[in-house]
């Protein structure tokens, strides 16, 4: 069958690509359905955000030195004066923060310290390593187990510590 002419009034398509349909209505409501997806995309996103956020902040601020749980807290601080103080008695589950609060002659922050365990706390707490600890930095540990601990100063074995748990 051969294609007939167009009527005489009419001219002729000579356009052989397909129609193009266009309507006002079509690209509005294409712009704002992505624009919803946009933001519900958005607000997720915030609030997996805000929920990450929270969390970390909760555990930060829970969180030890040494990363393990414990109940109670108590503080030790090193200078150039030695412990202070010398005996301090604690809770099992007490987190011991030794603090290096070491000043120089001009009242400059001091050398670091590493606060080490006598031969009788080192078969008791075989996981005890506090390294050196820079001045205004410190070191927490926990005691899980009653008894006597000494610890001395690596620098100055004069200068101890006795921790006792009960």
Request: glycine letters at 10%; aromatic letters at 12%; hydrophobic letters at 35%.
């Given at each position: 069958m051969e294609p007939q002419a167009p009527p005489p009034n009419e001219p002729a398509n000579t356009d052989t690509s397909a129609p193009v349909v266009t309507s006002s209505?079509?690209?509005?409501?294409?712009?704002?359905?992505?624009?919803?997806?946009?933001?519900?995309?958005?607000i997720a996103l915030l609030l997996i955000g805000g929920a990450v956020a929270l969390f970390a902040h909760s555990k930060s601020s829970?969180?030890?030195?040494?990363?393990?749980?414990?109940?109670?807290?108590?503080?030790?601080?090193?200078?150039?004066?030695?412990?202070m103080p010398g005996t301090l008695t604690v809770k099992p589950d007490t987190?011991?923060?030794?603090?290096?609060?070491?000043?120089?002659?001009?009242?400059?922050?001091?050398?670091a310290v590493q606060v080490v365990q006598s031969k009788a706390a080192a078969k008791q707490t075989a996981d005890f390593n506090s390294d050196q600890i820079p001045a205004t930095s410190?070191?927490?540990?926990?005691?899980?187990?009653?008894g006597t601990y000494q610890f001395y100063n690596a620098a100055n074995v004069k200068q101890t510590v006795t921790v006792i748990v009960k």
């Open positions: 209505m079509g690209a509005p409501s294409a712009r704002k359905r992505w624009l919803l997806i946009a933001a519900v995309v958005l829970n969180a030890s030195i040494d990363n393990e749980e414990h109940k109670y807290e108590a503080i030790v601080t090193i200078d150039s004066k030695g412990f987190e011991v923060f030794f603090e290096n609060h070491s000043q120089n002659s001009e009242g400059e922050t001091g050398p410190g070191y927490g540990y926990t005691f899980r187990k009653a």
